[in-house]
């Protein structure tokens, strides 16, 4: 607890020199403790390897929180979490006792959703997976009240002792979000250029899309998605749960859409489209504009919302927001709208704000860090093109993009596997170190010029109005590309 924790504290406790060092001592004296107790599985131990999962998560130690997380559902196999009995009696100990199997079960199950992707990172838990029923409503959780919850694929008559039906909550719908995630994950890592066409009611995009909007129709009232309603969560200190479970279908939606982005300045191969594709391409820029803006209006909500706030939110909404204010830095250098169209004004406002955001919440997650430091390198690379046209990108660069866009973990080590001596991301570590070296004092802002604002002082972005040699070009190209095949916990963040 105090390693996730002390990440929001106003300031570090005495004898350290960052949140982030303590934080970290205190993951490193907790994996001492349970690690040699590793093959004596109890619900508190898989508690706290699912707490050091979410720890190096958000510290950008991406293997490291898939082996715990593999740890904790090995645990939870052995004590037969994912089995439960069924709810038959009223004793108010034993339905708690019981919940907080199912949520921890749960947990793991959302985790292993929300991680999986890439080469290398298969789901271990599928729905069919989970033989227990939904958490319940947090009230009903805390007052110890017996009640029947549906699996997550709907209610089953069991002929058991008939108890009054429980209301699903944020955390329950939050599962079932995560599982339809899972599954886009996964058509997202694979590639399919000879599927079935998207727009076709028979393609898994369709399919998909399907179960989204059935689960977005499945929701009550009160928890579906309205800033009024962010409001109101927030009130109740749910916001910060709300937003989790609507970033999880936005991610979604966002994940589909953008495997169909026209390629970077490829304009005379997009000519020759034929009718259905290009209006498919049309129809996916505008619906991924829209949802990837909606996130960035939930942010400028959230931040008027106070510390209090901001310091409970998750990896997830970074990676969410961080996703958001990439794809529309893709449009706003490569526009599908007309020129003079309010939006592009309106996105260049929400890339520094989200960027602003990014900036703030690396001081508790250092991952934030290099989605920061990636978009950065991303405005460099698209202004290149720009600038030089076709030029810029060899015919193999763009049809790396290409294969960036399209098929998700192609390009990047895995996190799961060991990176090969003298890999890309050395490579790029060390071009990143040249492009610092030589850029001026002055250009250390963010494009004043080319996004014509004055940013905060201690905005950072670099300005692009430089020579780009290859070997910086490579790297930006590199970061653009890790973009385009960037899952949550893809990136180690060295030094930690």
């Known amino acids: 607890m105090l390693a996730i924790t002390v990440r929001f504290s106003q300031k570090p406790p005495e004898g350290f020199s960052s949140q982030i060092q303590t934080s970290n001592y205190f993951a490193a004296h907790t994996r001492s403790l349970i690690l040699p107790s590793i093959d004596e599985p109890s619900l508190q131990r898989i508690q706290v390897l699912l707490m050091l999962t979410g720890h190096s ?17 090995r645990m939870a196999q052995i004590m037969g979490l994912f089995e439960d009995a069924p709810v038959t009696s009223p004793d108010t100990q034993d339905f708690i006792h019981g919940e907080e199997r199912r949520r921890t079960a749960w947990t793991c199950f959302l985790m292993d959703s929300l991680l999986s992707g890439g080469k ?6 599928s729905a069919d997976s989970m033989q227990i029923q939904l958490p319940c409503d947090t009230s009903n959780f805390i007052f110890g009240e017996s009640v029947l919850c549906p699996f997550i694929e709907g209610f089953r008559s069991d002929g058991t002792v ?13 599962m079932r979000v995560a ?42 009232p009160r928890l579906r998605y309205d800033l009024s309603l962010l409001h109101a969560h927030s009130v109740q200190n749910q916001g910060q749960a709300y937003c989790y479970m609507h970033c999880i279908y936005f991610m979604s939606v966002i ?71 990439g794809t529309l830095l893709y449009f706003w ?15 260049r ?33 698209y202004s290149n093109v720009k600038a030089k046209g076709n030029q810029a990108m060899s015919p193999s660069a763009r049809r790396e993009m290409r294969n960036a866009i399209i098929d998700y973990g192609a390009l990047q080590p895995s ?29 250390s802002e963010l494009i004043s010029h080319e996004f014509g604002v004055v940013p905060p002082a201690d905005y950072d972005l670099f300005d692009t109005h430089f020579d780009i040699d290859s070997a910086m070009q490579a790297s930006f190209a590199d970061a653009t590309q890790g973009f385009w095949e960037g899952f949550p916990g893809n990136v180690e963040v060295s030094g930690w």
């Open 57 to 73: 998560w958000g510290s950008g130690e991406g293997r490291r929180a898939w082996v715990y997380l593999g740890m904790a559902v």
């Open 120 to 125: 290398g990172r298969e789901r271990l838990l």
């Open 162 to 174: 008939k108890l009054p039906r429980g209301n699903l909550g944020i955390v329950a719908y939050s």
């Open 179 to 220: 599982d339809v995630w899972g599954a886009v994950a996964k058509w997202s890592c694979s590639s399919h250029p000879n599927n079935t066409p998207p727009w076709q009611a028979e393609s898994e995009l369709q399919r998909l899309l399907v179960r989204l909007n059935a689960w977005r129709d499945s929701l009550p």
């Open 255 to 325: 994940f589909l859409y953008r495997s169909y982005l026209p390629e970077l300045e490829m304009h005379e191969e997009t000519e020759h489209e034929n009718g259905d594709r290009k209006q498919w391409t049309e129809f996916s820029c505008r619906e991924l504009a829209k949802v990837a803006d909606q996130v960035c209006e939930m942010l400028q909500d959230i931040r008027g919302f106070g510390f209090f706030f901001l310091r409970g939110l998750v990896p997830w909404i970074g990676f969410t927001i961080y996703t958001a204010i």
């Open 333 to 347: 250098h490569f526009p599908h709208v007309s020129e003079g169209d309010p939006q592009i004004e309106s996105w």
């Open 349 to 381: 406002q929400r890339i520094i704000d989200g960027c602003v955001f990014l900036k703030d919440m690396r001081q508790a997650w250092p991952m934030a860090d290099t989605w920061r430091e990636t978009i950065k390198a991303m405005h460099i690379f």
């Open 415 to 443: 996190p799961v596997q060991p990176a090969d001596s003298g890999s890309e991301e050395d490579a790029m570590m060390n071009s990143n170190e040249l492009a610092a070296s030589e850029i001026s004092p002055n250009e």
